[in-house]
């Protein structure tokens, strides 16, 4: 009696270990068939962005040009008559307030003695920044399984890499439109992969550096809003309020901020004045 209980046991314990071993089995196949697509998906980034890369050191010229003159020299003009101050990062270049653009490519040619072909590989840096973004994007909203993910994911890859855009890779000055673009392109996911509250104070850096970087960079705070929103739905306890609050009020404080002193661009007092003049 003892031993038919004994092995009614064992083949109670056989019949719950079999499923198991099966699912544990289709777990491990499952990860075998997914690991050539992952190792497609790394070479259909990966390649172009070399590629590119390759192109970016062959043909990178170390000489400053155009807005470099009279949006970077002028940093290091004040810097040895020593009134360079943080006011002058933060001055208007045109239409646009490139704060963060300006200091990276300040301390970039301190560091290197304005050796441009750092700020170009800054620029190929921040490309392939875009490119892992997008990368995210797409694990996060598609389906891996599908060939069609994989197509789409090469076509974003090679419209981003392409060497169209040869003028924005090799000058140096364009580190004040991909350091942006790479903050837009990281909103989506960061929105969406981190917990509260650190998904508001990532949206928050990014939108803060992409405002202070091009003039349409304060558009972030918009589309942040709506990820967040999605991401979190509505507030439903007073810390998720505080929050909202606290989001809100730095990103019309930024743009206000933006904004403070804004003058159309080539506008001077003295030209103003000259209209006056009876001659005219």
């Not at 290091?76 to 009134?83: D, E, N, S």
């Not at 060497?163 to 580190?175: A, K, R």
């Not at 949206?203 to 304060?218: D, R, Y």
Request: charged share 15%.
């Amino acid at each position: 009696m003892r031993k038919s209980f004994l092995l009614l046991g064992r083949q109670h314990d056989e019949a719950e270990v079999a499923p198991r071993q099966q699912k544990e089995i289709a777990t491990q196949w499952s990860h075998l068939r997914v690991a050539p697509r992952k190792i497609l998906e790394f070479f259909v980034i990966v390649v172009p962005a070399l590629w590119l890369g390759s192109l970016i050191f062959r043909y990178g010229v170390d000489s400053p040009w155009g807005d470099q003159w009279d949006g970077t020299f002028p940093l290091f003009a004040k810097m040895q008559a020593g009134t360079l101050g943080l006011s002058d990062f933060f001055a208007f270049h045109n239409e646009h307030r490139i704060f963060f653009p300006s200091l990276l490519s300040f301390f970039l040619a301190r560091l290197t003695h304005w050796n441009i072909r750092a700020e170009l590989l800054v620029i190929w840096l921040l490309a392939c920044v875009c490119a892992f973004n997008v990368w995210r994007i797409a694990t996060l909203t598609g389906n891996r399984n599908t060939s069609a993910h994989v197509v789409l994911l090469l076509i974003a890859s090679m419209l981003l890499f392409t060497p169209l855009q040869w003028e924005n890779l090799l000058w140096g000055f364009q580190v004040g439109f991909f350091l942006p673009l790479a903050c837009m392109t990281a909103l989506p996911w960061v929105a969406f992969s981190s917990r509260q509250p650190s998904n508001f104070v990532y949206t928050l850096l990014l939108c803060l550096v992409s405002t202070f970087s091009i003039a349409s960079g304060f558009a972030a705070w918009l589309l942040a809003g709506g990820l967040l929103l999605i991401a979190n739905g509505k507030a439903k306890s007073r810390l998720q309020v505080l929050y909202w609050v606290l989001w809100i009020f730095t990103a019309f404080a930024s743009i206000a901020l933006y904004f403070h002193g804004f003058r159309e661009p080539g506008w001077h007092p003295s030209e103003s004045e000259a209209f006056r003049h009876p001659l005219f």
